[in-house]
């Protein structure tokens, strides 16, 4: 059973920021990547970034590209620094590893966390 907890979201202003955090536990694949994922009021989830298990390789979307920078310092917790936020990030933000290979779609990722909102208030 493998299990994804997301912590750090909350209420901010426009160009705050905050840094959300995941823990994966369980018998899980640690060579896998993972990834941050977010879903705002009446949009489908998306891709915001990604890394690979030994960190080598990150990915964002154009949306967050020189504002939200992902991290690991091992291979169970993975971080999301977000800068600059702005309203529109507003979203539940979900943690997710993947099935295998890299990817930046949900169907490339097995497990995922139940989510921590983050609101920006303008």
């Known amino acids: 059973q493998v299990q994804l907890v997301e912590s750090g979201g909350g209420l901010v202003q426009a160009g705050d920021s905050l840094r959300l955090s995941c823990i994966i536990s369980?018998?899980?694949?640690?060579?896998?990547?993972v990834g941050w994922f977010r879903r705002a009021p009446g949009k489908e989830r998306e891709f915001v970034a990604a890394?690979?298990?030994?960190?080598?390789?990150v990915g964002y979307a154009d949306s967050v590209k020189g504002r939200f920078s992902i991290s690991r310092d091992n291979a169970n917790t993975v971080y999301l620094q977000m800068n600059s936020l702005k309203p529109e990030d507003t979203a539940v933000y979900y943690c997710?590893?993947?099935?295998?290979?890299?990817?930046?779609?949900?169907?490339?990722?097995?497990?995922w966390g139940q989510g921590t909102q983050v609101t920006v208030s303008s």
């Open positions: 997710a590893k993947s099935r295998e290979t890299w990817g930046t779609t949900v169907f490339d990722y097995m497990y």
């Open positions: 369980g018998n899980h694949f640690t060579y896998y990547p």
């Open positions: 890394i690979s298990w030994n960190s080598g390789r």
